[in-house]
């Protein structure tokens, strides 16, 4: 239990509804989109698809965490 990957990062993916960039951010096993701006989640899989470098990078260390 020595190793904590973040539990968010910063992507520059807007928000659908208010244009902002949004923060993905990991519960348990599942990972969601965050609107800091408007304290909304979003299902994270319309996002994957054009996914920044930042959401990659956690996506990564999200599959990583699991083995
Ligand atoms: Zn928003």
């Not at 239990?1 to 928000?15: E, S, V």
């Not at 304290?39 to 920044?52: S, T």
Request: charged share 25%; net charge positive; with cysteine.
């Amino acid at each position: 239990m020595g190793y904590f990957a973040a539990r968010q990062a910063q992507t520059t993916l807007p928000c659908p509804k208010c244009g902002q960039a949004l923060l993905v951010e990991r519960s348990c096993r599942e990972a969601h989109m965050l609107c800091p701006h408007c304290r909304q989640r979003f299902d994270i899989k319309p996002f994957i698809a054009r996914a920044d470098e930042a959401l990659e990078r956690f996506l990564e260390g999200l599959y990583l965490d699991r083995i």
